[in-house]
């Protein structure tokens, strides 16, 4: 799968980076192994994935989730966060990622 980033994508990692050291490492993992078949569809093209935030010894459950725009062969991760920083994600908070993203990719 052929993941797009964008800029707004990577200053979600440089953030956490801050805090989990090791979230760059922990993205290349996710993205050498995503498939959107064992991941959650939230609505339309849009997944999340739990992953192990290796920075700290909690597991899934307090790892990162991943929300991802899947379209054919393409991936264009929208949203990065801790589970530890931040409970859930509303679905509002997804479209506006999901706009800023597309607009920088336009």
């Known amino acids: 799968m052929k993941f797009v980033e964008t800029k707004y ?3 979600q990692i440089q953030t956490l980076k801050k805090l989990y050291p090791n979230v760059e490492i922990d993205y290349q993992n996710f993205k050498n192994t995503f498939n959107p078949e064992f991941a959650i569809c939230l609505f339309g093209n849009m997944y999340k994935e739990r992953r192990m935030n290796t920075s700290i010894p909690t597991g ?3 790892g990162f989730r991943f929300i991802v725009f899947v379209e054919k062969e393409t991936a264009v991760p ?4 801790s589970k530890k920083e931040h409970e859930t994600v ?6 506006e990622a999901l706009k800023r993203s597309f607009e920088e990719l336009s």
């Open 9 to 11: 994508f990577h200053s």
């Open 78 to 81: 929208i949203l990065i966060y």
């Open 90 to 95: 509303m679905k509002d908070e997804i479209k």
């Open 60 to 62: 899934k459950r307090g």
